[in-house]
């Protein structure tokens, strides 16, 4: 029988549920459990899909693909996913299903589909049971298909929320309807440091815990997330005024390699009471399973080099615009021996001062230009790829970055002036990056793109088959502009090798520049299948020749100091 652990927060968004349940999951896991996990998202929005990274964070991209049906005759395509997600597969070391994503409005939809077709005839339609009875059939859905031990439920936002509301009250129903020792209940609140007074202050988690209360949910426990561990008079009084034992008060504090907080929980003793919660029989880790984990910690702890990687792109103002590129460049480096400094840069400023690309990229050891759509800061994207071009730096491109890498060598070295992406500019007179031809008849812009995992055929001799020492692997995509072949044909005459293609050889899928150079753009997105115990096998290929350009940089140096 599958155990429910509910993970909410509160005071304020932001507090890193998504690492909290997913070191909870690695918790069971430690002990042999296997695990599930969903996050409900309040928004309206049927999937992120639509969203701007800006305002939301993230597009998150499953491996397999959704078709949602609401009600007969009603059909929706998902696979784009909360950035959530992202984490839980890091951790948990398994590929999400897009299922398991539950928003307002897919439950909302689903609901309002079924009265116009006739399922409620005679009936009002109500928040409860009608919505509250939907949010519970989902989750049991997703239990009874994966059959997990352990299915973590993750809610968005904060208590207190108007739309978070059905969700709560879904869940106090769902926890009185599975019996006791089926639930627990997790808490996530804000415990500030007021410098004034020198204090981590415990009223924001009162008062977070008493919203909770008046939903009918009494927490299980509570994680008190700041800067640092709580002190044990903290502890005290969290367990005190919002009403659970001294030791269901987890300390949840900043750490430099996020995947230790497991380790943080499980010195805690965390794991244990919520197998003692949850009346599970395996309450004793695993040693090699726990040590593992140690050890890979440890190996992001431990480098010996740093690299300095700059990511122009369209999203910087928000470090989760990118938490995947982030996330696969750490562990590349770790795998490496190398700490990876970021250097996030809003590349509109180039357009309005292109003297600036020299003063901030000089001092890079690597080049990824990132995802992403629209017009806003292409220019200066395109500049980019240009400088790397000509500096000759470890360059990657991802997606929008490898379609804009080809409009850069198209300018640059096949000297087609005014060529583009007709995703920016629909007149251009090189259109060298175009609509996908199945694209091109659709007017939704909602989970239509070409998305999931598709087979990449990757060609021998390349620095794409280095990476990944196979011929044929699986990636994932997120798109509907493609580099055409025909441009292709012209510039592979100028030194330019179409490293990658799809199983119908139709769409190029990888481009890189031949010879010792090391600039190579992917049209999927590797990211999404990295781990930090198996890294990206192209993001670890990238760190390794920032490395070598660094250590080649410094010989050089060196020499000419002497």
């Known amino acids: 029988m599958t155990k429910y652990v509910f993970i909410t927060g509160g005071v304020l968004s932001g507090l890193g549920k998504g690492v909290v349940t997913a070191s909870i999951g690695k918790l069971f896991q430690f002990r042999g459990y296997t695990v599930d996990a969903i996050k409900i998202d309040p928004y309206l929005n049927v999937d992120p899909g639509t969203l701007n990274p800006i305002e939301h964070g993230e597009v998150f991209v499953c491996e397999r693909t959704w078709r949602f049906r609401p009600a007969d005759g009603y059909e929706f395509l998902i696979a784009e996913i909360d950035q959530d997600f992202g984490t839980y597969e890091r951790f948990l070391d398994k590929d999400m299903d897009p299922s398991n994503n539950i928003t307002s409005g897919q439950v909302y939809l689903a609901v309002i589909l079924r009265e116009r077709v006739g399922e409620y005839l ?36 904060t208590v207190g929320d108007i739309e978070a509301m059905p969700f709560l009250e879904a869940i106090r129903q769902f926890r009185l309807e599975a019996g006791a020792g089926n639930t627990a209940l997790v808490h996530i609140t804000l415990v500030p440091y007021l410098e004034t007074v020198g204090q981590l202050k415990t009223k924001p988690t009162q008062h977070s815990v008493r919203v909770l209360q008046s939903s009918g949910l009494q927490p299980d426990i509570v994680i008190g997330r700041a800067f640092k561990e709580l002190p044990d008079d903290v502890k005290r009084k969290i367990s005190l005024f919002c009403n659970v034992p001294l030791e269901a008060v987890i300390s949840d504090p900043d750490l430099e390699v996020v995947y230790e907080l497991p380790l943080v929980f499980e010195q805690q003793g965390l794991g244990e009471y919520l197998c003692k919660l949850l009346r599970l029989s395996r309450v004793k880790r695993i040693p090699e399973l726990y040590s593992e984990w140690e050890r890979m910690v440890e190996l992001f702890k431990t480098p010996t080099e740093h690299v300095k990687i700059a990511m122009p792109g369209k999203y910087t103002l928000i470090a989760d615009s990118y938490i995947s590129i982030n996330e696969a460049l750490k562990h590349a480096g770790a795998h490496n021996g190398v700490k990876v400094d970021i250097k996030w840069i809003e590349t509109e400023i180039f357009e309005e001062d292109p003297g600036l690309l020299e003063p901030l990229l000089k001092d890079v050891d690597g080049i990824l230009l990132t995802p992403g759509f629209g017009s806003r800061g292409v220019e200066g994207m395109i500049m980019v790829a240009e400088y790397a071009m000509e500096k000759r730096i470890p360059f990657l491109g991802i997606c929008f970055g490898a379609q804009l890498f080809f409009v850069a060598f198209c300018r640059r070295v096949l000297g087609l002036k005014g060529a583009h992406t007709t995703e920016v500019d629909p007149n251009t007179p090189y259109p060298v990056v175009d609509l996908l031809p199945e694209q091109k008849a659709l007017k939704f812009k909602g989970g239509t793109m070409r998305l999931g995992g598709h087979v990449v055929i990757i060609r021998r001799g390349t620095k794409l088959y280095e990476a990944y020492r196979q011929e044929r692997i699986v990636e994932r995509f997120r798109h509907r502009y493609h580099i055409m072949p025909e441009y292709v044909k012209q510039a592979e005459e100028e030194g330019l090798v179409i490293s990658a293609v799809d199983e119908t050889g139709r769409i190029i899928n990888a481009i890189e520049v031949a010879g010792d150079q090391w600039m190579v753009g992917v049209q999927f997105h590797p990211e999404f299948k990295s781990r930090p115990n198996k890294p990206s096998p192209i993001y670890r290929a990238f760190i390794a020749a920032t490395l070598r350009h660094k250590k080649l940089r410094a010989r050089t140096a060196a020499q000419a100091r002497s």
């Not at 919505?131 to 352990?150: C, F, G, L, N, Y």
């Open 122 to 157: 005679g009936k009002t339609i109500q928040v409860i049971p009608h919505i509250t009875d939907e949010i519970k059939r989902r989750i049991r859905q997703v239990a009874e298909r994966s059959k997990p031990d352990v299915l973590l439920v993750e809610v968005g936002g």
